[in-house]
């Protein structure tokens, strides 16, 4: 689950790290408001759950009130990657000597947090690690201990060689996110920027904390920061169905029964040359409401050109996931292709029965994504 910045450096303030003030206006009157009460200049920013928000024009440095007033009207109902913006933080704009970014995920290799942090702030971590792998520093941080005063502290003094007073706050920075990632049972938790004022006092002025969905069931509180209004309407539809689905940006589907095979098909796609449209696990179940809810959930994409199947029948016979897939697809008005790979108990059976339909039958997993990426081709 994702949540707002504002949500998150509500949650970083009450770990003790030092977040300007701000607050959330969901009117142009109110965001006056609150510019009035911070005192100019102000930022207004954009709150959707993705990313891009400055790219999109969605935050906003207001030097006066008539900006502000301005701003906050451009900005409000934006739409910025399919987010509609129905609410923005209000927050005083402070100048910035300089800018930094430390974050904290999963690492599963060394299967500890991962604490990652580079002096490039404020801008795509991802881009950084593209473009400069370099300037990204890492310490995988030992449960045992946690992370301690001194490892903080060098990596503080590698962003800021030379001056230990800015190296010091970024160490605090740094474990005191370290904490907030553990208490929330996050899955990943970042500052940035954090940033230096001219007068060398630290500040982190955006931030973002996403939890792990398996254990929120251990987090009342934080699951009712949970915003489902600005979700992805197609993940928010696949949460209520109890199905597994993340959007992702190509053009073929991909419908899978486990997320081992799921990933493994995703893979395979891209290594044929195609680009996947999602990750969508169904779990072992051949009901056809189920595969209807996939379906639709699938189809909202328009860039989706064709549908691939990829069933794997274990206990599930795999005849009784073909007459799930056919009484689903009757179900619905698909005009785009759909390729079935089943394979396991029965599949001879169940091979024989989309014989007789329109679907697009495949013996492996080779032949059927090779067939998907083909049809996803005519129709782009």
Known sequence: MNIHEYQAKEIFARHGLPVPPGSVAT????????????????????????????????????????????????????????????????????DIASEYYVGMLIDRT?????????????????????????????????????????????????????????ARQLASAMQKLYVVFLA???????????????????HAIDGKVSFDDNAMYRH????????????????????????????????????????GLAMATMDLVKYYGGQPANFLDIGGSSNPEKVVNALRIILQDKAVKVILFNIFGGITRCDDVANGIIRATEMMSIDVPIVVRLTGTNEAEGRALLAKTKLHPAETMDEAVQKAIELAGKGA
Request: a negative charge; glycine letters at 10%; aromatic letters at 4%.
């Open 27 to 94: 009117t142009v009157g109110e965001a006056v408001a609150l510019a009035g009460k911070f005192g100019l200049p102000v930022m207004v920013k954009s709150q959707v759950l993705t990313g891009g928000r400055g790219k999109a024009g969605g935050v906003k440095f207001c030097k006066t009130i008539d900006d502000v007033k301005e701003n906050a009207s451009k900005i409000l109902g934006m739409d910025i990657k399919g987010h509609i913006v129905r609410k923005v933080l209000v927050t005083p704009a402070l």
């Open 110 to 166: 060394s299967q500890r947090v991962l604490l990652m942090c580079s002096a490039e702030g404020g801008m795509e971590i991802e881009q950084v690690a593209k473009d400069k792998p370099e300037a990204i520093l890492k310490l995988a941080i030992d449960p045992r201990y946690g992370l301690l005063d001194h490892e903080a502290l060098e990596l503080g003094l590698k962003m800021c060689p030379g001056d230990v007073k800015k």
């Open 184 to 202: 929330a049972d996050a899955s990943l938790a970042e500052i940035n920027p954090f940033i230096f004022t001219p007068d060398g006092i630290g």
């Open 220 to 259: 009342a509180d934080y699951e009712a920061l949970r915003d489902v209004e600005a979700e992805d309407p197609a993940e928010r539809q696949a949460r209520e169905a109890n199905l597994s689905f993340v959007k992702l940006e190509g053009n073929v589907g991909c419908l899978v029964n486990g997320a």
